[in-house]
C-alpha cells in the first residue's frame, strides 16, 4: 500500500519560511496529481496547492497565491511545499496527498484517496 510522509513542519516567526516535503513509498510522484492541504482543528481542511502529473498544471488557493510555491523532484519521489511569508493563520497540521488524476488539478479533497499523517507549522506573530 502506498505512503505518504510529511515532513519539515516546525515553529516559526510570522515573515519566515519553511519547506515542506512528502516523500512516497513508492514513484507516484510523477504519475498522479498531488496536493497539500492544512486543517486548524475545529474547521474544515483547506486545500493549500496542487500539482499535476507532468507539473506543468499547478493551482493555489488564493490565500497562498505569492507566497508558497509547490514543485516535486521525481527522481526523489518528493512533492515539496515552499512557504514564505508565513504568517499565523497560516498555522496549522499539513497533509499531503494523492489523488488517482493524472492530467488535473484538483481543489477538493474528496478527488484525493491517499493522505499521509500530517506535519504540524505554527507561526508566532
Known amino acids: 500500500q502506498v505512503q505518504l510522509v510529511e515532513s519539515g513542519g516546525g515553529l516559526v516567526q510570522a515573515g519566515g519560511s519553511l519547506r515542506l516535503s512528502c516523500t512516497a513509498s513508492?514513484?507516484?510522484?510523477?504519475?498522479?496529481?498531488m496536493g497539500w492541504f492544512r486543517r486548524v482543528p475545529g474547521k474544515e481542511r483547506e486545500f493549500v496547492a496542487t500539482i499535476t502529473s507532468s507539473g506543468r498544471g499547478i493551482s493555489y488557493a488564493d490565500s497562498v497565491k505569492g507566497r508558497f510555491t509547490i514543485f516535486k523532484d521525481a527522481a526523489k519521489n518528493t512533492v515539496y511545499l515552499q512557504m514564505n511569508s508565513l504568517r499565523p493563520e497560516d498555522t496549522a497540521v499539513y497533509y499531503c496527498a494523492r489523488s488517482p488524476d493524472k492530467f488535473y488539478t484538483r481543489d477538493s479533497p474528496t478527488y484525493y484517496t491517499v493522505w499521509g499523517q500530517g506535519t504540524q507549522v505554527t507561526v508566532s506573530s
Open positions: 513508492d514513484h507516484i510522484i510523477s504519475s498522479y496529481t
